[in-house]
């Protein structure tokens, strides 16, 4: 996807490429792109060929840069990774060498590039900027990335990250709370040539809540802006963010910090749901304590909502039913927290459009704990994947969902030496499954029978003695194709 955005219509992406227009995965989900392109099909149809260019937007140090508030020094690691050849669906890459890269924003290489398919791009980014990651050539298609950090002592304990994205015009971020010595942060990142315009509405219980603090928030050119969701307002239990920009595009999280007392009771960010639609299925929630299940109503119409769970065994009600109805605007949490332990998938189905994630936490008893969010994701129609990079031991698990009917997939893990392993598993109708993928240094998932909506997580989790860390980060399709659509002149 080329980021250097001209123009834009708020649900789609209209920025100017030199090779066509750029689709994400093989349908017209993702970022679009036009130009001219030599040889280009007759007007009225189209020629679709591998991407030659893709980037990737990452937050990059979430707890610095707002001006009054103290920095945290959180060590954080992006890495990033183009998806080995066997997972690109029969996709066969342009031939022109090419190179996959990461700088920091506005300008300096972060890391060596590397051009091998299944190799990970790892460096440390310590400076308060957000990362842009690129493709270029035959390393263009099926890019991946993502950022994490792991802090294993002190008020900030947590095992934490997110998956980079691609920017965009208007995010649903669900995430934070009301508890005491709760602090949520909004990241904005602009990978444009322009300075973009924001605007960010918080909803709670009572629906949106306005504030001058929250209008007209400007994200400089090539640069961040971070600010804290308490300026808009700070009592509301069960916070979601609209945020809307103008005159570009930008990549946006929800950085959520929690100091229960003097106890960290944990950290993690929270990236952009899908769009709001009255089916949304949440990937990878792996329960094990107090867990709740967040849906907002972004249309000013009354909900009526049901929330179920996909087991390994198919779909199940929530313990007390799982519907509930949700005033236009509101928020709504749903505790699921006397769920077996496990990891599942979470539907929720409405009458009109709705967005939704879900938290869970690990606490012992007198302990520190941590939390994590995983949010409701576009079905996998092409490649998703994930680079796997960490400092210390980490285990990690593949928590996959289908829904509306089965699915055969394929899991490709490439280790640190380059090696690939291909697994194969069949999910059953609305139904979940998990796999293990400890050691590997990037997993991608891609489905190869069947008809069932395909959707994906990596769960990551760490423990010690004073318990269990964890980190959720939901997968979505990497770009892999361009179409070059004919223009013709026509005279009057």
Partial sequence: MNVSASGLVRTSLVALAGVGLVVAATHGQGALAFGSSAGAAP????????????SLVCPGPELKGIKGVDDADVPVRVAAAAAPLRALTGLQPTTAAGELSAARMPSGALGAPVTDRGANLSADQSTAAGVLVSGSESMAAGVAAAQSWLVPSGDLRSLGGAPCGQPGAEFWILAGGGDPGRQERLVLTNPGGNPVTVDATLHGADGPVSSPNGKDIVVPAHGRTSFLLDSISGDLASPVVHVVAEGGVVGAVVNDTWLDGTRAAGSDDAVPAAQPSRDQVIPAVTVAGRSVLRVAVPG??????????????????????????????????????????????????????????????RALPGKPGDLAWTTSTPPITGVAGLPLVSSTPVQRFLAMTSSGDTAGVEIVTVDAKGVETSHRQQLGVDASGVLEVTGAASVWVHRVSGQGQLRAGVVSVQSDASGQLISIAPLRDTVLRTTSIGLREVTQ
């Fill in 43 to 54: 007007a009225g149809s189209g020629a679709t060929n591998p991407v030659r260019s893709s």
């Fill in 300 to 361: 000013d119409s009354e909900a009526v909502v049901q929330a179920r769970v996909l087991t390994a065994e198919g779909a199940r009600a929530l313990p007390g039913g799982g519907v509930i109805r949700i005033d236009g605007g509101a928020v709504r949490d749903i505790d699921l927290s006397k769920l077996p332990a496990g990891n599942v998938g979470i539907q929720v189905r409405a009458d009109v459009p709705v967005v939704a994630a879900a938290m869970v936490t």
